[in-house]
């Protein structure tokens, strides 16, 4: 996979927007490999200690079982070992400094999965490891308003985090102006944690799949491990779960 280099202009219309979008920034031939590689993560057995596999059920198709997201990849996939790291030297552009891997996850979004309430990522209890953090999208299937492309809020990062662990609220969202932000295999979107966004349920019938790995400065320290170890306490992958705890998705 080629590193990703961000021009001055691209720079400079994330630290406006609070996000920046790159239109085919990885070719055919390298969409082609990752594609694979995302088939490949999906059909790997689910096993513990191995890469996270959380599924839900379908919106539209009465109790039919969907993989709506499996994270923590790259330790258990080579290739996607390889795109954490080409992506790590445009995010330390934007960061201004050396990035540190924090997660990574491929949101599957089959045909009747559910999508997103507006957040702001940090809101997931982030800020008890760094300040600040830069998620990167890199898009696998095509996505559109159909099967729930992201929708982003650009210039509201300026304004910090609303409040952890709670959605936004109609109140917070009164001045925020959601935008579709469809894309193609091969676009990559650059986006700040305090940048609000969502997206819609998928009613089409084929799958979006989206891979998102998220960065922080490597000197507010390497919180990989000690987040998957808290995750793993508080949500863990389905195949962990202990019969009869409820665990429920609060961002
Ligand atoms: O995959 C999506 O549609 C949005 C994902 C998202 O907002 C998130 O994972 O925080």
């Not at 990849?73 to 960061?95: M, Y």
């Not at 009747?112 to 300040?131: R, V």
């Not at 193609?184 to 650059?190: Q, S």
Request: net charge negative; hydrophobic share 35%; proline share 5%.
């Amino acid at each position: 996979m080629k590193t990703p280099i961000l021009s001055n202009e691209q720079i400079k219309a994330f630290k406006n927007d609070g996000y920046v979008v790159l239109r085919g920034d990885f070719d055919a031939d390298e969409m082609t490999r990752v594609e694979q590689w995302a088939s490949d993560v999906e059909t790997m057995p689910e096993e513990t200690g191995k890469q996270w596999v959380y599924h839900e059920k379908s919106l539209t198709e009465g109790d039919k079982d969907l993989i709506c997201r499996i994270e923590n990849i790259s330790p258990f996939h080579n290739g996607f070992e390889e795109l954490t790291e080409v992506l790590k030297a445009p995010v330390g552009q934007l960061l201004g400094e050396e990035a540190a891997l924090f997660k990574e996850k491929i949101n599957f979004k089959m045909p009747g999965g559910d999508g997103f309430k507006p957040h702001q990522d940090s809101q997931a209890g982030w800020d008890k490891y760094a300040e600040f953090f830069i998620s990167v999208l890199v898009c696998i299937d095509e996505a559109t308003v159909e099967n729930g492309c992201l929708q982003m809020v650009a210039g509201n990062h300026t304004r910090g985090l609303y409040r952890s662990w709670e959605p936004l609220t109609e109140d917070d969202m009164a001045d925020m102006d959601f935008v579709h932000c469809p894309t193609k295999p091969g676009d990559i979107v650059f986006f700040d944690c305090y940048a609000p966004h969502a997206s819609d349920p998928n009613t089409s019938d084929k799958t979006r799949r989206i891979y998102f790995a998220t960065y922080n400065k490597l000197s507010e320290g390497d919180h990989l491990a000690q987040y998957y170890a808290d995750k793993h306490e508080n949500y863990p992958p389905d195949i962990d779960r202990l019969a009869g705890k409820d665990y429920v998705y609060r961002v």
